[in-house]
Nanobody, 115 residues
């Protein structure tokens, strides 16, 4: 079992920044030596969608519209993945979830962008 704990969400004004953290613990595993951690988000009434992902060797992937504003990174020593979000917009408002190897989910952290 893997436990994922997200933190760093909150209320921010348009144009502001937030950094989300996802701390992993438990029986962390790799599939074919690849460990993939991803951030998803789900706005009210909408499907959960991929924001960005990162492998244990640092390869990254972003939803096309978010690249340039959002940056995913990881600290393998701390088993923590970060999502730096800049120039936030009201449409970025959502619950942000961390996912490990397409199997485990965190409880989510709320991000609200509003003036």
């Amino acid at each position: 079992q893997v436990q994922l704990v997200e933190s760093g969400g909150g209320l921010v004004q348009p144009g502001g920044s937030l950094r989300l953290s996802c701390a992993a613990s438990g029986n962390i595993f790799s599939i074919n030596d690849i460990r993939l951690t991803a951030w998803y988000r789900q706005a009210p009434g909408k499907q959960r969608r991929l924001v960005a992902s990162i492998t244990n060797d640092g390869s990254t992937n972003y939803a096309g519209s978010l690249k340039g504003r959002f940056t995913i990174s990881r600290d393998n020593a701390k088993n923590t993945v970060y999502l730096q979000m800049n120039r936030l917009k009201p449409e970025d408002t959502a619950v942000y979830y961390c996912n490990e190897n397409s199997v485990y989910w965190g409880q989510g952290t709320q991000v609200t962008v509003s003036s």
